[in-house]
């Protein structure tokens, strides 16, 4: 008995290790941007122009390229891509382009790249563009036709709700739209692209000598770094991060539930908060011996100036309520979407605690069809963010996994992790959810295969 509650004890501090860490370190500056963007989309971009490009009857030439370059361009990580996906597939965008921008998007987005050309080699790098966005056109277009009743009731009840033909009109986006839309954008990609100019610290000074060492110190034994399992461990800076995060998230919960209604003083609690953490996130924080050093850096100072214009169009170019739909829009991915990604990364990092490596090696040591589809389960279950997965990736190629089966799993991990199926399934439903898993599996298994033979 005393064994089994050691080992459950064991499993429950790595899944919250993993979910600290991940809370700590991937989600402020990655997150909360996407969000942002999400119920932009839903609530002050015009459905024709979603649907002008990514619609039912959209030239096929014309919309599954489109939703490639814009999973490419707006995507950072499996997390990020789900708002957006659930925002435009709600909007109309048909099920085939909109399956295909979920696919294609945190598998080639540029921070991912990236890394993998650096870590791995650019074989694999230039691998994960070509066949991401090859088999993502493939996979949508699958779908489109698998479920291609299911989408023309679809487009059918879209265009009898809104009395409109959504697919044939043409919408123009007001001028100040665009510029809300390119203002988020910037601080979704302020926070997460990792170049010197963002990420240098131009200035520095320590607080906190008395008690950060020692704090550090206490955090990383209650949650030890473990990078064989992907986890980075808390550090004194993602604890205020974490502290802020729940702030936001009891704040919002009073101010955001009913924002279309109107606004309430917690709204304004909500946002000075959210501007608060981003902000916080974008500072170098570091315990070091002498302290907390800080560094005041070029992400920091990006994210300043463009929260700072953000919300000034917001108040000075929209209406009262344009700004309450919008974030009413962007409430709901949240309500919908992060119970689920909590759950998930709890759920994986107590399943990395349960899966050897060794046995993940020995499944993957050869470039065959069973050592491939090892390598795309290895994703389902041993999800790790995208800062980690290349690194983790690096360690398993290190240890005998082969090239093939490595790029099945980096093209699995971001598309088949549980908290992925999870939110997936409740965008479009259970029967659709099966079937894209399962083109995912075999396309990503055919994928390590062909790298394996040619390339690997």
């Given at each position: 008995?005393?064994?089994?509650?050691?080992?459950l004890g064991m499993?429950?501090q790595?899944?919250l290790?993993s979910?600290?860490a991940?809370l700590?370190?991937h989600?402020?500056?990655?997150?909360?941007?996407?969000?942002?963007?999400?119920?932009?989309?839903?609530?002050l971009?015009?459905?024709?122009a979603?649907t002008?490009?990514?619609?039912r009857?959209?030239?096929?030439?014309?919309?599954?390229?489109?939703?490639?370059l814009?999973?490419?361009?707006?995507?950072?990580c499996?997390?990020?891509?789900?708002?957006l996906?659930?925002s435009?597939?709600?909007?109309?965008?048909?099920?085939?382009?909109?399956i295909t921008f979920l696919?294609?998007g945190?598998?080639?987005?540029?921070?991912?790249i990236s890394?993998?050309?650096?870590?791995?080699?650019m074989?694999?790098?230039l691998?994960r563009i070509?066949?991401s966005?090859?088999?993502g056109?493939?996979?949508g277009l699958?779908?489109?036709?698998?479920?291609?009743?299911?989408?023309t009731s679809?487009?059918?009840?879209?265009?009898?709700a809104t009395?409109?033909?959504a697919f044939?009109?043409?919408?123009?986006?007001p001028?100040?739209?665009w510029?809300?839309?390119?203002?988020?954008?910037?601080?979704?990609?302020?926070?997460?692209?990792q170049?010197?100019l963002?990420?240098?610290?131009?200035?520095?000074?320590?607080v906190g000598?008395?008690?950060?060492?020692a704090?550090?110190s206490?955090?990383?034994?209650i949650?030890?770094?473990?990078?064989?399992l992907?986890?980075?461990?808390?550090?004194?800076?993602?604890?205020f991060?974490?502290?802020?995060?729940?702030?936001i998230?009891v704040?919002?919960?009073?101010?955001l539930?009913?924002v279309?209604?109107?606004?309430?003083?917690?709204t304004?609690?909500?946002l000075?908060?959210?501007t608060l953490?981003?902000i916080?996130a974008?500072?170098?924080a570091?315990?070091v011996?002498?302290?907390?050093?800080?560094?005041i850096?070029g992400?920091?100072?990006a994210?300043?100036?463009?929260l700072?214009?953000?919300?000034?169009?917001?108040?000075?170019?929209?209406?009262?309520?344009?700004?309450?739909?919008?974030?009413w829009?962007?409430w709901?991915?949240?309500k919908?979407i992060?119970?689920?990604?909590?759950?998930?990364?709890?759920v994986?990092?107590?399943?990395?605690?349960?899966i050897?490596?060794?046995?993940?090696?020995a499944?993957?040591?050869r470039?065959t069809?069973w050592?491939?589809?090892?390598?795309?389960?290895?994703?389902?279950f041993?999800?790790?963010?995208t800062?980690?997965?290349?690194?983790?990736?690096?360690?398993?190629?290190s240890?005998?996994?082969?090239?093939?089966?490595?790029?099945?799993?980096?093209?699995?991990?971001?598309?088949?992790?549980l908290?992925?199926?999870?939110?997936?399934?409740?965008?479009?439903?259970k029967k659709?959810?099966?079937v894209?898993v399962?083109?995912?599996?075999v396309?990503?298994?055919?994928a390590?295969?062909?790298?394996?033979?040619?390339?690997g």
């Open positions: 008995m005393v064994r089994w509650l050691d080992a499993l429950l790595t899944g290790g979910l600290a991940y700590a370190a989600v402020l500056l990655c997150l909360l941007p996407a969000f942002f963007i999400a119920g932009a989309l839903s609530a971009m015009p459905k024709e979603i002008k490009y990514l619609g009857t959209t030239p096929k030439w014309i919309s599954y390229p489109a939703s490639a814009g999973g490419f361009v707006l995507a950072v499996s997390c990020t891509i789900m708002p996906f659930a435009i597939y709600k909007k109309g965008a048909g099920l085939g382009p909109a696919f294609v945190p598998a080639v987005n540029i921070l991912a890394l993998t050309g650096v870590a791995i080699g074989d694999i790098a691998a070509v066949l966005v090859v088999f056109i493939v996979i699958l779908m489109a036709w698998i479920f291609r009743e299911d989408d679809r487009a059918a009840a879209l265009e009898t009395n409109s033909r044939d009109a043409e919408a123009r986006v001028g100040h739209v510029l809300f839309f390119v203002l988020l954008l910037g601080t979704l990609i302020a926070g997460t692209l170049v010197g963002l990420t240098n610290a131009y200035a520095t000074f320590t000598e008395t008690w950060a060492p704090f550090q206490w955090l990383d034994r949650v030890p770094p473990n990078p064989a992907g986890i980075e461990g808390v550090s004194v800076h993602g604890v991060l974490i502290g802020l995060l729940a702030l998230g704040t919002a919960w009073k101010g539930n009913t279309d209604e109107g606004y309430n003083r917690w304004f609690v909500a000075g908060l959210i953490t981003i916080v974008s500072f170098k570091t315990a011996a002498a302290g907390l050093q800080i560094g850096t992400k920091l100072i994210e300043g100036i463009l700072g214009a953000l919300w000034w169009v917001a108040a000075k170019k929209f209406e009262a309520y344009e700004i309450q739909e919008w974030l829009e962007m709901r991915f949240v919908q992060i119970p689920l990604l909590l759950v998930g990364v709890f994986a990092g107590m399943a990395r605690a349960l050897p490596a060794s046995w993940i090696t499944l993957a040591g470039n069809l050592a491939n589809l090892a390598g795309v389960l290895f994703g389902v041993m999800y790790f963010p800062l980690v997965e290349v690194p983790i990736a690096q360690t398993f190629l240890l005998g996994m082969q090239r093939g089966p490595l790029l099945a799993y980096l093209l699995a991990d971001p598309e088949l992790s908290q992925s199926i999870l939110i997936t399934h409740t965008v479009i439903g659709k959810t099966a894209y399962v083109l995912v599996t396309f990503s298994t055919l390590g295969l062909m790298f394996g033979w040619f390339g």
